[in-house]
Structures are given as C-alpha cells and as structure tokens.
C-alpha cells in the first residue's frame, strides 16, 4: 500500500527528536489521567496473540496482561530503544519490539488475535491506511483497542483545534483534529464501543471488530 514517504519521514524525525524527553514531557498527564485508561484498556485484552502500534517508549509495558504474546512496533528508533529498555527491565519474555511503519506492516494476513494502540493514529500520516493494515493483519473476528485524543464534541473548542492542527503537526508530529471513531469505520472495522474518557469528547476509548 502507498502513502507519503515525505509525512512519514516528518514524523519519524519528530518523535526520534523528543525521544530522551517525551517522558518528562507527557509527565503530568500520565499520572493524572492516561495510566489509568491505559490500565482499563489492558484490562480487556485476552490475546494470546496481540500487536501493539506504536509501542512508543514503552507505556503500556507495565499493563501487558501476563502470558500473552505481544508484538510492538514502532516508526521512532529514538523511541524503541526506550520502550526495549523498560521492557529488558521487566522482565517481559513474550514481547517482541521492532521498527516498523503502521502504514506498511511487515506481517502475513490474519496473524494477530487484537490490534492495540494509545495514542497513535493522531500521528499515523494516513490514518485509514494504519487501521486498514491493522485489519489486514487480524484474524477474522479479531478485536482493535484504541485509546485515542481527537477532535472535540464542542464546537468552539474544535473549530480552535482545526485551525492550530497544521502548525501543532509541524512541530511534534502529532494531529489534534483527527476524526479517529469515523477513520476506524472508513477502514472496515465493525463499531463496538466507543467511551468518552472526557465529557469534551476529545479522548474516547474505542472497541471494534473484524468481521468474520
């Protein structure tokens, strides 16, 4: 599948640039709010055999449910070498991380049991392209778990975050005006549940499946 070379690039440059900080950056908000969702998602995973997209510096590897397989990717180099870290530090024998590109994954059809991301297709350059290859690479019946910031619920708010998007991707990589529960569907992934984590509707925990 093609997409963007330019985007991608732009965001793998982006996030191997914050890579030593990101941590420290995402600080406050991680104790407040994101372990704790992190946690329910994890929550619901049963696997045996999970991808995670976007592995990052390792966040969710504390949540990893016990004796599953899980294989985490990531664009960032900058931020594997973190996330390979933590995980030699845990202890965790069944994870697998590699660098890969969520556009172009590099596994066979119908591989994975559950497709997991947080926080991810807010910087996936073509997002439906992402979430096809999630699909792609899931067995028939199979269930995608997104925690996810996008566009807000309140019209206000979201007409600020549609004008600020261009100039806040430039900078991080990141998107705050995407329409992620609407991208999910566009990829061919059956709805389940979508939580508004906030009452501005900007992070939503989402639920889909792959149809058998």
Not at 194 to 200: A, D, F, K
Request: glycine share 6%; with cysteine.
């Amino acid at each position: 599948m093609k997409h963007d070379s330019g985007q991608t690039e732009h965001t793998k440059k982006r996030y191997n640039t914050t890579s030593a900080v990101y941590n420290i950056m995402e600080w406050p908000v991680e104790q407040l709010w994101y372990k704790t969702w992190r946690k329910k998602l994890w929550s619901k995973v049963n696997g045996p055999r999970v991808l995670e997209i976007g592995v990052g510096t390792g966040k969710n590897i504390p949540w990893y449910p016990d004796d599953i397989e899980i294989t985490g990717i990531d664009l960032s180099s900058g931020m594997l070498k973190r996330a390979k870290k933590l995980s030699a530090e845990v202890k965790r024998d069944l994870v697998t991380l590699r660098e890969m590109d969520a556009q172009d994954l590099d596994f066979p059809d119908n591989h994975f049991d559950e497709v997991v991301a947080t926080f991810v297709f807010c910087s996936v350059p073509d997002p439906v392209l992402g979430l096809k290859e999630a699909l792609r690479v899931t067995k028939p019946g199979g269930k995608l778990y997104l925690l996810e910031h996008m566009l807000s619920k309140n019209t206000g708010f979201a007409s600020v975050m549609k004008k600020l998007d261009s100039q806040i991707h430039y900078l991080s990589g990141v998107h705050i005006a995407r329409k992620t529960v609407k991208n999910v569907e566009k990829a061919g992934w059956e709805m389940e549940q979508v939580q508004e984590l906030t009452s501005n509707g900007i992070f939503r925990l989402i639920e889909a499946v792959k149809r058998p």
